[in-house]
T-cell receptor, first 109, second 113 residues
Framework: RKEVEQDPGPFNVPEGATVAFNCTYS??????FFWYRQDCRKEPKLLMS???SGNEDGRFTAQLNRASQYISLLIRDSKLSDSATYLC??????????FGAGTILRVKS | SQTIHQWPATLVQPVGSPLSLECTVE??????LYWYRQAAGRGLQLLFY??????ISSEVPQNLSASRPQDRQFILSSKKLLLSDSGFYLC????????????FGPGTRLTVL
């Protein structure tokens, strides 16, 4: 079983739609959680950290469920510029991060 | 502000040739440094990480090696490249003892023919 699993997609949605991505992790001792965004042929960039109480940054909302070992990302009012691969990332021990393979989002006009 | 540089941006090398990729970080001291590889359509795989000069930890057995000759310089090397070494190589840094978010450089796209 992979340490971090994501639905690869692609998710094809129209502009203005709401879309949600899910991610599960296998190590119950995981300590920190993140969503990164990666554009085609570019480096990953931090989108947001995920906190136990859930957190929001503009149109983006992240949720963490430690009991189910589940992380989600909700994007409201999708823009064309949101098209990218979204990486679920978990820190299990030390400073090492484990990356999911990513979920592809395509926003269409 | 901190910036991270990698070069070259792209590289095409024959099988059996040597490799040297360089990463430098500006605007911070004593960072943690990381080398990742991303194969086509796959997730990032941690190859090496370093918490200080001369301190290298290897995550995956392979024909690659890493060195940290200076505080903000991290080098990835190979004596003889294999076809399977093709991929997108990313260097990242994080503050030492100051948080666990990692910040990535622009990457080197390596093709081994």
């Amino acid at each position: 079983r992979k340490e971090v699993e994501q639905d690869p997609g692609p998710f094809n949605v129209p502009e203005g739609a709401t879309v949600a991505f899910n991610c599960t992790y296998s190590n119950s001792a995981s300590q920190s959680f993140f969503w990164y965004r990666q554009d085609c042929r570019k480096e990953p960039k931090l989108l947001m950290s995920v906190y136990s109480s859930g957190n929001e940054d503009g149109r983006f909302t992240a949720q963490l469920n430690r009991a189910s070992q589940y992380i989600s990302l909700l994007i409201r009012d999708s823009k064309l510029s949101d098209s990218a691969t979204y990486l679920c990332v978990v820190r299990t021990y030390g400073n090492k991060l484990v990356f999911g393979a990513g979920t592809i989002l395509r926003v269409k006009s | 502000s901190q910036t991270i540089h990698q070069w070259p941006a792209t590289l095409v090398q024959p099988v059996g040739s040597p490799l040297s990729l360089e990463c430098t970080v500006e605007g911070t001291s004593n960072p943690n440094l990381y080398w990742y590889r991303q194969a086509a359509g796959r997730g990032l795989q941690l190859l090496f990480y370093s918490v200080g000069i001369g301190q290298i930890s290897s995550e995956v057995p392979q024909n690659l090696s890493a060195s940290r000759p200076q505080d903000r310089q991290f080098i990835l090397s190979s004596k003889k490249l294999l076809l399977s070494d093709s991929g997108f190589y990313l260097c990242a840094w994080s503050p030492n003892g100051g948080g666990d978010t990692q910040y990535f450089g622009p990457g080197t796209r390596l093709t081994v023919l």
